[in-house]
């Protein structure tokens, strides 16, 4: 498995921008599938945006089109996920995922095998 951690997380006004970042460590991170989640207090986790192995691809739920983008860096086994024009209702803990099998399509979190331990995104309205 790969261990990570996920940084970049705090407050900000609505329609300002964050930039979170995922540290993988232990394993080559681009063998691996890697995702966003988040996740508020009472509700499921909800996939955000994934990202593929070798070429890039990247997968991106109707929540965060046009406004959220992700990106590998292979090299410094890093994941970022840019988020612009926030809303109060993208307040949650943000959660990086990864797996070795899994398409970035699949948004079911179980299907993800190594989490990060969450960064808290709250928007201000």
């Known amino acids: 498995q790969v261990q990570l951690v996920e940084s970049g997380g705090g407050l900000v006004q609505a329609g300002g921008s964050l930039r979170l970042s995922c540290a993988a460590s232990?394993?080559?991170?681009?063998?691996?599938?890697m995702a966003w989640f988040r996740q508020v207090p009472g509700k499921e986790r909800e996939f955000v945006a994934a990202i593929g192995r070798s070429d890039g691809t990247i997968y991106l739920a109707d929540s965060a089109k046009g406004r959220f983008t992700i990106s590998r860096d292979n090299a410094e086994n890093t994941v970022l996920l840019q988020m612009n024009n926030l809303k109060p209702e993208d307040t949650a803990v943000y959660y990086c995922a990864a797996d070795p099998r899994v398409s970035i399509t699949v948004t079911m979190p179980r299907a993800y095998s190594s989490w990060g331990q969450g960064t808290q995104v709250t928007v201000a309205s």
């Open positions: 232990g394993r080559t991170s681009s063998r691996y599938t």
